[in-house]
Nanobody, 114 residues
Framework: QVQLVESGGGTVHVGESLRLTCTCT???????????VGWYRRAPGKEREMVAT???????RYVGSVKGRFTLSRDDVRNTLYLQMNNLTSEDTALYFC?????WGQGTQVTVSA
């Protein structure tokens, strides 16, 4: 059974950085490399939105508000996804989820305070 566990969230001040990690278990490394991956977030009172996604053989896509600040990366040896978030703003406050294929994690909270 595939399980995704996010970590790395927390409370930071505007302008600071965080790196989120998503550890994937229950699948072989080969299967991991064949999956579309992504990070999503849901801010209070808002719908879930895509933050960054990466498919096999395609470029990573980012929502406009994070372009140039966030970077999605993947370690295909450790079956792990990362989201490096720099220059955070209060608008980035949300519950962040990782996805792998059709599987989802439980989320990790990111709070950015002034």
């Amino acid at each position: 059974q595939v399980q995704l566990v996010e970590s790395g969230g927390g409370t930071v001040h505007v302008g600071e950085s965080l790196r989120l990690t998503c550890t994937c278990t229950g699948m072989s490394g080969f299967v991991f490399t064949q999956q579309r991956v992504g990070w999503y977030r849901r801010a209070p009172g808002k719908e879930r939105e895509m933050v960054a996604t990466n498919g096999i053989g395609s470029e990573t896509r980012y929502v406009g508000s994070v372009k140039g600040r966030f970077t999605l990366s993947r370690d295909d040896v450790r079956n792990t996804l990362y989201l490096q978030m720099n220059n955070l703003t209060s608008e980035d406050t949300a519950l962040y989820f990782c996805s792998l294929g059709t599987s989802w994690g439980q989320g990790t909270q990111v709070t950015v305070s002034a």
